[in-house]
């Protein structure tokens, strides 16, 4: 992180004056009347209801609601008479896509290249069997090592060697210590159990040791894989446990994680990620297990896809494998769900640390610190001269259940009633003392007007001012003054004569009663005290809510106010600060490094993106007060020993996918109740500490239990094919259908369709070649055909780099300052110039910053030009490298891959076959975006396609050179759905490369309608085998040859791809497109079954030659 310092400079914090310019266009409703409306609305997402009905909204409740419901993706509307309106929401629907019909005619340049087609030698694809399994045993071979680091069979692991006092004192000091034999005995007894463990107990650390020390007492070989679901958990737990060991790491102990692996052939406990554990099983699962005798899943709870899925697999491995042990270990999650799926397996809780963590919640750090913006102290003012009853009812809404007893003295409209209480305690009070049966006879009767008339207990008497709590008092009646003490009765109320009820108890009982009214006299005024403390506390929240909307944003002010108090504090400790995302750690650092003195305390990052040595100093002990910002990797596994403080936003960054609209959605959003408060037991590992939450408590209790699984808000293609892979008799709905929650059938049947557009999977369901390969790739299904395609194109460098940038986060940074941001995008735009993609930007960015890469300095400055994170982009480098090692190895990549490297019309091929069905059509008479059902799309403000100095893409529209627009993802905020990372293309590259099938209608003239009734000229790829590809081309080729007499060039035929994207062209063109197409898609199958990169294909040659003729009508 210290490359991207001089960035800061250019990252002024401008959010105060935002603040007061923006906080009127915000609809602001109390706290109570929020939470209960996202609670319905969050109710009827999570349930199969297709629209949700509330009646009896306010007008502020419902323009709150519908732009709350906007962010969601729901629509809503409200209809119905002033009196009676009511808000009406439900789900978006799948719109039907109509077709897209554009004419095109080839200019006589690419007539030429196209014609002289059949004159190309079509290279033989047919080799010999034996050859062909000999080279896949060995590749497999090969890849089986790699994934799995060359693992040899398992050995007995040795003893561990001596270690300090303090660590072997550490180790024993740990709650779980004291369940060793426990776990050891069921360890023995079960194929799996459960550890339930808080924060703290040290179950991540010593529970593979235990495994590991009765593996070497007992002189049994074993091997121990370990999960945790992020790589800083894998790398400090596996440095720490080498470290209790007394070893290096990489010996014993070793960490296998994305592009970084230090294990050996002998290792015996191996820390990994869930993405690698499933990468490895993929490969070869029954290979895999027979290497490892026991599987640790920790953090469970975490629920992310690759964990839920591998549960699968361990149910089928468990009944297969009888010396197979599974441990799941959890701090947080549903435990009795997790056992109950497992045959109700063995549980062991194991308490946490111990240590004290103190909680304040927002409205507690607002009335405790004192803190104030000028906004809150207008409101404050306003609040006061409206009075404390109305504010009291404003920001509470409990004026409509007021209690029967308010503290006040009571008089009744009943005059009989009045008449009769008079009459009881005049008796009561009289001077010829009443026996005591009288006495209860006359209690009955007022006993019987609060509780069966419903006289208020605080009822008094007409003329003295007595109440039946002061006649109890008198009467030395215990007994009816707990009666009305239990109905609230307030013991501060004063007579005409200025006495109370204890002041009667003080006069006339023996001390049973005096005593009783005592202590409930010193409660009731702790109470007061407590009531107007509370109050307080709700003002200043109202207040606080009324000028900063936290539903949205995280208030970096108060959380640098809280810094800056913890900072001063002379109580030592780290402060770890939990922010959603990288640009929140980015503004909260610069905000902390302007305003704190330099060289007074260190900053250290946990960010997923972070590479492994920059994490472990966050671990770290310092000099200077350490200040951790993290995202929530910082809430597992991970002990930081000096850890005093937690400072919680209380939001997560979490990405939700839409399988109708195929749109996906990056927010932040209120973590759960069970990440609250693994967050807050951070702070109480080895020392007691403080949690400060920047969410009310009110807030706390509106938050969900656990976590939603990644399984239900996740795209599922990945998945399906993993699935598909690991059991090829089951269908793939069957198959997820015995996860732990099961997504939706929607889901799942929308992944496998978009799984047969992109060839995967074939109409049956079985994965085809292409998905084959695609498995083995630790790339999205859609980089991963692009991949391919680079490899088979011959642009193999460039197309690398594409798919290595979009596999990693953006290594962009967004400044805060508006002024900035302008800056910052013109710089970003300027790698792509003129070429209208961003993808090729991309290529130019790669190169400059290889160029500068070595030079220290230089790379500084480079970064901070170009507003660029310089770790991320180590990582997009590393990941490049990694992808380019695995290639090589399974392709046998070499220099003539990348023959046609610098090519940009190749390589715009490659990124339209492997991004469709991603393609949009502009439509010039509108001016706006198309694609399938989307009527109207945006592009990102960071797209090459709105170029600096253009206000929007209306006004650039007209200088493209193409209608077609293929782009990596689609994104929606509300009702607006914007595409990212985009490219325009040739339409000839998306009649040659898009959809699965491909109709041909040439019985049209120029003026008549698409028919999709008739029988058209079908490609078609079911049959896969060498001589059908072989008998398919040629058939192709004759029934296309151009040789023979052709219709009259006037007439026209309609293209349609996948029955959505239709072009009308001379039928001639038409058909040799078609023939080209049909080479490719044959050459390509043949490529995919050879399993290496082969001798540049005559469809390449073809492709090059036609598109670049039509560089002179369409300039790129």
């Not at 592009?259 to 990994?272: A, C, F, G, P, W």
């Not at 306003?382 to 404390?388: A, L, P, V, Y």
């Not at 194109?793 to 940038?805: E, G, N, P, R």
């Amino acid at each position: 992180m210290t490359d991207d310092e001089n960035i800061a400079k250019q990252m002024i914090t401008t959010r105060s004056r935002n603040k007061e310019k923006n906080v009127h266009n915000e609809v602001n409703l109390p706290e109570g009347d929020r939470l209960q409306l996202q609670q319905r609305i969050s109710e009827f997402i999570a349930g199969t209801d297709v629209e949700l009905i509330i009646p009896g909204l306010s007008n502020a409740q419902r323009k709150y609601a519908h732009k709350y419901i906007a962010r969601l993706g729901l629509l809503s509307r409200s209809y119905g008479s002033k009196n009676n309106r009511v808000l009406h929401i439900t789900h978006r629907k799948r719109l039907k896509s109509s077709g897209c019909l554009r004419k095109i005619e080839l200019p006589s340049a690419s007539r030429s290249v196209l014609e002289k087609l059949h004159l190309y030698d079509t290279p033989s694809i047919e080799r010999s069997a034996l050859e062909r399994r000999q080279r896949l045993q060995k590749k497999n071979r090969l890849r089986s090592e790699a994934l799995l680091g060359g693992l040899g069979p398992r050995l007995v692991p040795p003893h561990p060697k001596r270690i300090s006092t303090e660590l072997y004192r550490d180790k024993r000091e740990l709650p779980i210590y004291f369940y060793q034999d426990e776990i050891n005995k069921i360890l023995k007894e079960s194929h799996i159990f459960i550890i339930s463990g808080e924060t703290g107990s040290g179950k991540t650390t010593q529970v593979p040791q235990y495994i590991l020390n009765d593996s070497t007492r007992r002189s049994r070989p074993c091997r121990v894989v370990v999960t945790q679901p992020r790589r800083v958990a894998a790398v400090s737990v596996a440095n720490r446990v080498a470290e209790e060991r007394g070893e290096q790491i990489g010996d014993t102990v070793g960490y296998q994680i994305r592009l970084e692996s230090r294990v050996h052939k002998n290792t015996n406990l191996i820390y990994t990620t869930s993405g690698c554990l499933l990468r490895s099983i993929m490969t070869d699962a029954n290979d895999f297990f027979r290497k490892i005798s026991h599987l640790v899943i920790d953090e469970i709870h975490e629920r992310d896809k690759y964990t839920d899925f591998i549960l699968i697999t361990i149910k089928d491995q468990l009944r297969k494998n009888k010396d197979f042990k599974v441990i799941l270990m959890s701090a947080t999650m549903d435990i009795n769900l997790l056992s109950k799926y497992f045959e109700n397996c063995p549980v062991v809780n194991v308490p946490g640390q111990g240590y004290n963590v103190k909680i304040f919640h927002l409205e507690d750090i607002l009335y405790r610190t004192g803190y104030r913006t000028a906004l809150m102290d207008k409101y404050l003012r306003s609040m006061n001269e409206i009075g404390t009853t109305k504010c009291r009812e404003i920001f509470t809404n409990t004026d409509k259940d007021e209690s029967k007893s308010n503290g006040m003295p009571s008089n009744i409209n009943d005059t009989h009633l009045q008449l009769s209480l008079d009459t009881l305690i005049d008796q009561c009070f009289a001077e010829n003392y009443q026996c005591e049966e009288e006495l209860f006879a006359l209690f009955d009767q007022i006993q019987y007007f609060i509780e069966s008339e419903g006289m208020p207990v605080d009822t008094v008497h007409s003329r003295t001012g007595t109440t039946a709590l002061m006649a109890a008092s008198k009467c030395n009646l215990p007994k009816y003054l707990k009666l009305f003490l239990h109905h609230k009765a307030n013991v501060h109320l004063v007579n005409v004569d200025g006495l109370t009820a204890l002041d009667y108890a003080n006069m006339h009982s023996d001390k049973i009663c005096m005593k009783i009214l005592q202590s409930l006299d010193i409660f009731q005024k702790e109470q007061m005290i407590l009531s107007e403390e509370l109050h307080e506390k709700q003002r200043i929240l109202y207040a606080y809510q009324k000028q900063f909307n936290d539903e949205n944003e995280v208030d970096h002010d108060l959380i640098l106010s809280l810094i800056e108090g913890l900072y001063r504090s002379p109580h030592p400790g780290a402060i770890m600060v939990f922010l959603p995302g990288y640009n929140d750690i980015v503004q909260q650092r610069d905000l902390i490094q302007s305003t704190l003195p330099v060289n007074t305390f260190r900053i250290c990052i946990l960010h997923g993106q972070m590479d492994s040595n920059d994490q472990i100093e966050a671990l770290q002990r310092h000099s200077v007060r350490k200040i951790i910002l993290s995202t929530n990797i910082g809430q597992t596994s991970i002990t930081i020993p000096d850890l005093a403080y937690i400072i919680d936003s209380g939001k997560v960054k979490m990405k939700t996918h839409d399988s109708i609209t195929e749109s996906s959605q990056l927010q932040s959003v209120w973590i759960s109740k069970a990440d609250a408060n693994q967050r807050s037991g951070r702070a109480g590992r080895t020392q007691n500490g403080v949690c400060y939450r920047l969410f009310s408590t009110a807030t706390y209790e509106y938050m969900p239990k656990f976590s939603v699984p990644e399984f239900m808000r996740i795209p599922l293609t990945e998945i399906c094919l993993y699935a598909k892979t690991l059991d090829r008799q089951s269908d793939v709905q069957s198959y997820l259908a015995r996860s732990l929650n099961p997504p939706s059938n929607v889901s799942v049947q929308n992944a496998i369709k978009k799984l047969q557009i992109l060839e995967v999977f074939d109409s049956d369901e079985n994965v085809t070649e292409l998905g084959r390969h695609l498995v083995e790739i630790p790339l999205d299904v859609q980089l991963g055909k692009c991949l391919m395609y680079g490899i088979f194109l011959k642009c193999f460098d460039s197309i690398l780099t594409i798919v290595a940038y979009h596999s990693v986060k953006d290594p962009f940074i967004l400044p805060t300052d508006r002024a900035a941001q302008g800056h910052a995008s013109f710089q970003r735009k300027s790698f792509a110039g003129k070429t209208f993609s961003d993808q090729l930007g991309i290529l130019l960015l790669y190169k400059s910053y290889c160029s500068v890469r070595n030079n220290k300095k230089r790379v500084r400055e480079f970064c901070s030009k170009y507003f660029l994170s310089h770790s991320a982009m180590e990582t997009f480098c590393a990941t490049r490298r990694q992808i380019a090692d695995l290639s090589s190895q399974k392709f046998h990549v070499g220099q003539e891959a990348s023959l046609f490297n610098d090519d940009w019309n190749i390589v715009r091929c490659c990124l339209v076959a492997g991004f469709y069905p991603n393609v949009a059509v502009i439509d010039r008479e509108h001016k706006t975006l198309i694609s399938g059902a989307e009527k109207r799309l945006l592009l990102q403000r960071t797209s090459a396609l709105n170029p600096p100095g253009m206000k929007n893409f209306k006004e650039f529209i007209d200088e493209l050179p193409y209608d077609w627009v293929v782009f990596y993802e689609k994104t929606r905020v509300g009702k607006t759905c914007s595409i990212n990372m985009n490219t325009v293309v040739s339409p000839v590259v998306i009649i040659l490369h898009c959809g699965k099938d491909c109709l041909l209608d040439e019985d049209i003239s120029d003026n008549s309608e698409i028919s999709d009734s008739e029988e058209p000229l079908l490609e078609s790829k079911e049959d896969s085998s060498d001589a059908k590809i072989n008998e398919l081309l040629k058939k192709s080729v004759k029934a296309l040859s151009l040789s023979e007499p052709t219709a009259a060039n006037n007439q026209s035929a309609i293209m349609s791809l996948d029955h959505w994207i239709k072009f009308e062209l001379p039928t001639k063109d038409a058909k040799m497109l078609l023939q080209l197409r049909v080479l490719i898609k044959s050459q390509f199958e043949a490529f995919l079954r050879s399993g290496h990169c082969m001798q540049t294909s005559t469809s390449v040659y073809c492709i090059q030659k036609l598109l670049h003729s039509l560089e002179n009508i369409f300039p790129t």
